[in-house]
Nanobody, 118 residues
Framework: QVQLVESGGGLVQPGGSLRLSCAFSESVFSLYVMGWYRQAPGKQREVVAR???????YYADSVKGRFTISRDNAKRTVYLQMNSLKPEDTAVYYC????????????WGKGTLVTVSS
């Protein structure tokens, strides 16, 4: 039932910054993890960053120190601030909501394209 809609993707030069947003249709309660994933052509989808209900965060080694995940439950939005972008960051970025109980459920956005190029 939860709908996720990503925005903020686009074309940016190496070293530049972008902020992605993911709006969700329902407030999140109890146990959950929100995450950003990405998929580049010819590669498997990989996790970029995650944030849990108790504010624990995880970052892929490739983005540590450059990306920051955050959320605003009042605005029903999760963000991914991306700084010092590299060409290898080019991918379609997807927002994910995972709820483990009462039964495992996942919701995905349709994705937003980020292209890092001169």
């Amino acid at each position: 039932q939860v709908q996720l809609v990503e925005s903020g993707g686009g074309l940016v030069q190496p070293g530049g910054s972008l902020r992605l947003s993911c709006a969700f249709s329902e407030s999140v309660f109890s146990l959950y993890v929100m995450g950003w994933y990405r998929q580049a052509p010819g590669k498997q989808r990989e996790v970029v960053a995650r944030i849990s209900n108790d504010n624990n965060t995880y970052y892929a080694d490739s983005v540590k120190g450059r990306f920051t995940i955050s959320r605003d439950n009042a605005k029903r939005t999760v963000y991914l601030q991306m700084n010092s972008l590299k060409p290898e960051d080019t991918a379609v970025y997807y927002c994910n909501l995972h709820v483990p109980i009462p039964r495992p459920m996942d919701s995905w956005g349709k994705g937003t394209l980020v292209t890092v190029s001169s």
